[in-house]
């Protein structure tokens, strides 16, 4: 980048402005994930084209471009003049990439060059009011402002790599010999990075030859992503507790009610795809707890064993 700048060093005009475009505030894992080294070049040579001087982060551009990733996989720029930095920033946001991913870079650089013409333009004329070049007319920095497009506004930069909560309705099955349970409940994941933070609250009913059965599970425990990004995939582990109520209907049984708890322990599997603020997500999780099981005169009314198998598919709104 900065051999590009000094090469085309000698052609700048007195209006030209250095620009730095910076990617320092992106995961490592969404730096590899747009090939970030290829962005950079690609940005840096189209804007030594439109005769920018590209500059290093954080050397005092005069012109500052961030990146950082939205919610939905995409780029959100925000770019800053360094003599204004009380004016809010301008905005705009690249959306994540469907194909080639040259083309999507050519797209990012574009943008990238429209917002620094916009940006080196107003500080032009915020130092010059007055002065016009031979052959040029007064209208022309408001001209060039007015090509921004409509996507580009001027608010608040996205905070990047932000934490964030996802809460949301599951309903699946719990697996037993004999069949399935329908397992339903709320579930809560704290996202930061590629770890992840999962607070399970569940529930589960279920009939035998006299009996009902009904359970509840609560569970707290942590994952790590294996693939990030608006589609992503991660394992874990957690520990929680299982209660369980059942009710006879022999009036004939010493025991016709009860409630008992025993401790769990899962290995959770969360697949998920994000589209904006709205998650879907599917749960595969393998647990152990202790065999619960219920007799009457020798025959088994109800039983579960001490492995437990649930899947669930959920729907979650990102916080």
């Known amino acids: 980048m900065l ?7 000698t052609d700048r005009g007195p209006e030209s402005a250095s620009v730095a475009f910076d990617l320092r505030g992106l ?5 590899h994930a747009i090939d970030g080294l290829a962005l950079e070049r690609k940005v840096a040579l189209r804007l030594v084209q439109e005769g920018f001087a590209v500059v290093a982060p954080g050397s005092g551009a005069d012109v500052e471009v961030r990146a950082s990733v939205t919610d939905g996989g995409g780029l959100l720029l925000s770019a800053a003049v360094r003599d204004d930095r009380d004016a809010p920033p301008l905005r705009s ?6 194909g080639p991913a040259a083309e999507w ?5 574009h943008k990238v060059s429209e917002m620094a013409r916009v940006l080196a333009a107003s500080r032009v004329a915020t130092r010059a009011p007055t002065a016009t070049p031979a052959g040029r007319s007064g209208a022309a920095a408001p001209a060039t402002a007015a090509t ?5 506004e001027v608010v608040k930069p996205f905070p990047a790599g932000r934490p964030r909560w996802e809460v949301g309705l599951g309903a699946g099955a719990l697996w037993r010999a004999g069949g399935a349970d329908l397992l339903a409940g709320v579930l809560a994941t704290h996202a930061r990075g590629r770890l992840r933070l999962h607070i399970d609250v569940l529930g589960s009913r279920s009939a035998g030859s006299g009996i009902d059965v009904s359970e509840g599970q609560g569970m707290a425990g942590v994952s790590a992503a294996v693939i990030d990004g608006p589609a992503s995939v991660d394992v874990g582990l957690a520990a929680g507790v299982v209660v369980q109520h059942f009710s006879l209907a022999s009036p004939w049984a010493s025991d016709r009610a009860g409630t008992q708890a025993a401790p769990g322990l899962w290995l959770p599997l969360h697949a998920r795809w994000a589209a904006g603020r709205l998650v879907v997500a599917g749960r595969a999780a393998l647990g152990v707890a202790r065999a619960l099981d219920h007799t009457s005169e020798g025959a088994t009314l109800w039983s579960r064993g001490s492995l437990r198998l649930e899947s669930m598919l959920i729907l979650a709104w990102t916080l």
């Not at 870079?105 to 650089?109: G, R, S, Y």
């Open 148 to 152: 921004v497009t409509a996507e580009t």
């Open 93 to 98: 946001t690249i959306a994540a990439a469907n």
């Open 105 to 109: 870079h050519l797209e990012v650089a």
């Open 27 to 31: 995961s490592a894992a969404a730096y």
């Open 3 to 9: 051999g590009l700048a000094l090469l085309t060093g």
